[in-house]
């Protein structure tokens, strides 16, 4: 379709010599018309980014409060191994419990998994105190226990939703 528009010049305006008044273009809309037409479509669109915009918004807000919340319980875990080699006695504040819900939270936020095997060290307990306590947690549906696909002798353990919903809370500001 090839439709040529000319360029109105002032002799092309009908009855108006100041050029006021709308220009009849060859497809037979007036220019009045187009130009309400035009600003129709570009408030719609300004309406479309200013969504997009907002959405975009609260998507890194939404991001940078989960990656806040994931260098709080980082900050957290490290401070309370610094304090252990400060004070030299990791016993003296052992709370095994909130170590593996820390590591567990912090696993979840970066799609890792962990092995009991994990867990247990990163309690900063012995293994038997660790185990004790993973059991104590899933039974307070804190965390979950799964089965590695792969190898059966692995077993991982996670935050269950109930457990990452109060982590989340817990590191919210």
Known sequence: MNATFKRPSSHDVTGDPQGTQSHRPAI???SDSRLRDLVQSLDMMVNELHLIAEADQAENEAASACTN????AKQIYRNRRRREQVFGDAALFGEPAWDIM???YVAAAEDKRVAVTSACIGSAVPATTAL?????LEDRNLIE???DEV????IFVRLS????????EYLSE
């Not at 004790?132 to 104590?136: G, Q, T």
């Open 28 to 30: 037979g809309l007036s």
């Open 132 to 136: 004790r306590w993973i059991k104590i």
């Open 161 to 168: 939703t109930t457990g990452f919903e109060l982590m989340e």
């Open 145 to 147: 226990r799964e089965v």
């Open 102 to 104: 820390l590591d567990l």
């Open 151 to 154: 190898d059966a002798r692995r």
């Open 69 to 72: 919340k994931l260098e709080r």
